[in-house]
């Protein structure tokens, strides 16, 4: 597990598939998740991906919890799309909508950053979005993401063909305004600096304080 700022990321469980039925079908959910959405899955579906996702060694799915009060708000994950170069894709979305508008897909983009290009070394992270998700455009442009694509007229959303969003971000890219970003938009960003970025010494045996 690893806590940033308000929310926690921990692995995927079983138990957790029955509230990822809920919000894969719901429409305004699906609507503003990252990638492509509206598409729809009973819990056979969700069953069978996550059989697949377990025999998965390229792929990392995570419930995103608040801190405060182990409340579930949504889920993220990421892709190993390694070929030459550490490269990965990643996603998520808040299912609970009492936690929209809060700054929390900051947050959580941000520990996706963190996890990949601090704490795994790779060195390009990608993400997709529609034309018409607002919210998800503003996380990516804020966290410091180039958009370098777009698939046009590609999709359709409510009977209008969209465009498709393609971002990505470089390590050279994040790592120098990395404090700057960390400062902004976690919250008690010192604590995960403290108890995540930190190398401890190990107290010699017999010693106490």
Known sequence: MMEIGRIRFRPLRREDLRLLEVWENCHVCTLYSRGKPLVFKNMDDIEREYEEYIKDTKRRKFVVEMVSDDKVMGFSSYKDNSHRIKDASIGAFIGERDYW??????EITMGLCE??????GYDRISAWTSSINPRAINVLDAV??????????????MGNRIDWYMYDLLREEYMPVRDRLLERYIE??????RDYCTLSTAKSPGKHT
Request: aromatic content about 16%; proline content about 0%; cysteine-free.
């Open 115 to 120: 996890m990949l290009f601090f704490h795994l």
């Open 144 to 157: 410091g993401f180039v958009h370098t694509g777009t698939a046009r007229r590609s999709g359709y959303i």
């Open 101 to 106: 508008n809060k700054g929390l897909g900051k």
């Open 188 to 193: 008690g960003h010192d604590a995960y600096i």
